[in-house]
T-cell receptor
Framework: AQTVTQSQPEMSVQEAETVTLSCTYD???????LFWYKQPPSRQMILVIR??????QNATENRFSVNFQKAAKSFSLKISDSQLGDAAMYFC?????????????FGTGTRLQVTL | KAGVTQTPRYLIKTRGQQVTLSCSPISGHRSVSWYQQTPGQGLQFLFEYFSETQRNKGNFPGRFSGRQFSNSRSEMNVSTLELGDSALYLCASSPLGGGYGYTFGSGTRLTVV
């Protein structure tokens, strides 16, 4: 079974500053993927970034990057140059790549506030 | 490219009734998953369908069921509604599931009164 833990229920960052959201996970599988999803008030879950567990290189998408520490089972999200539009719930999720059946396991989420 | 479409957006039902929610995945996506989101339990996996077959199921009672059609569109049904079924129901589609990633719809907000 997989578990995903987000220990920060809420975070706040000033516009243009950098913030890091934490996530730890646990899995017995060797082939898995990790994701960060953003859920604004519109409710739609939007994929922010994806990381393959077999890749040592940290994924980056524009202002969003991750710090993937496989041995520590840690997967944090860094948002640089924060913008007002970044305010949302952020969910960390994992999925095993069994090839025949898969499901996302989500953390409890971190609510990010962006202030002027 | 059209996204994942869920209908209806909002639904109010009475205890004991049944409800059917619909999800149209991205064209070409064969995997459709359903999740329940509540403030207390967070995001929980309901089930996944792939090529019209249920290939994974979460820990929900038998009142929750689903199906997938040949065009990959999916429906989920909840019978004998309970107050605790009030939630946001999210559908996600994927080309093949797993590491290919998932695209979510905007969800259906179900309120049971």
């Amino acid at each position: 079974a997989q578990t995903v833990t987000q220990s920060q229920p809420e975070m706040s960052v000033q516009e243009a500053e950098t913030v890091t959201l934490s996530c730890t996970y646990d899995t017995s599988e060797s082939d898995y993927y990790l994701f960060w999803y953003k859920q604004p008030p519109s409710r739609q879950m939007i994929l922010v970034i994806r990381q393959e567990a077999y890749k040592q290189q940290n994924a980056t998408e524009n202002r969003f990057s991750v710090n993937f520490q496989k041995a520590a089972k840690s997967f944090s999200l860094k948002i640089s140059d924060s913008q007002l539009g970044d305010a949302a719930m952020y969910f960390c999720a994992s999925v095993t790549n069994t090839g025949t059946a898969s499901k996302l396991t989500f953390g409890t989420g971190t609510r990010l506030q962006v202030t002027l | 490219k059209a996204g994942v479409t869920q209908t209806p957006r909002y639904l109010i039902k009475t205890r004991g009734q049944q409800v059917t929610l619909s999800c149209s995945p991205i064209s070409g996506h064969r995997s459709v998953s359903w999740y329940q989101q509540t403030p207390g339990q967070g995001l929980q996996f309901l089930f996944e369908y792939f090529s019209e077959t249920q290939r994974n199921k979460g820990n929900f009672p038998g009142r929750f069921s689903g199906r997938q059609f040949s065009n990959s569109r999916s429906e989920m049904n909840v019978s004998t509604l309970e107050l605790g079924d009030s939630a946001l129901y999210l559908c996600a589609s994927s080309p093949l599931g797993g590491g290919y990633g998932y695209t979510f719809g905007s969800g259906t907000r179900l309120t049971v009164v």
